[in-house]
């Protein structure tokens, strides 16, 4: 399983920026309880989740999770075709700015992408991270 983030940066307070992660490897029935996410980690803070989206089959396919501190200003989405992942982040604000990961947790269930369920524990799989900056 590969993940590859891109699309960080640095931009001034009430701007936006679009995340893209390229997800590989997650076919296979071994695989078919996708969830997969954002994390964000803050130099002296703890990963926090940001947003995920269930790209499994069944139950809750196609259903989404965005944390409380960015609701309203962030949005995942996923494109089957060319197997990304997204975050549309507006209206920034400094506290908004740290290394963005991207994660996969392929045998988690619907339930790993829900609000009680979206921790980095349940993630197995990660990107290398992209930078954001807001100042």
């Known amino acids: 399983v590969q993940l590859v983030e891109s699309g960080g940066g640095s931009v001034q307070p009430g701007g936006s920026l679009k995340l893209s992660c390229s997800v590989s490897g997650l076919d296979g029935l071994e695989f078919s309880r996708n969830c997969v996410g954002w994390f964000r980690q803050a130099p002296g803070k703890e990963r926090e989740g940001v947003a995920g989206v269930y790209i499994g089959s069944g139950i809750g396919s196609g259903s989404t999770y965005v944390a409380d501190s960015v609701k309203g200003r962030f949005t995942v989405s996923q494109d089957p075709v060319r197997n990304t992942l997204y975050l549309q982040m507006n209206s920034l604000k400094p506290e908004d700015g740290a290394m963005y990961y991207c994660?996969?947790?392929?045998?988690?269930?619907?339930?790993?992408?829900?609000?009680?369920?979206?921790?980095?524990?349940?993630?197995?799989?990660w990107g290398q991270g992209t930078q954001v900056t807001v100042s």
């Open positions: 994660a996969a947790g392929p045998r988690g269930g619907w339930a790993l992408c829900s609000a009680a369920g979206f921790k980095s524990a349940g993630f197995p799989y």
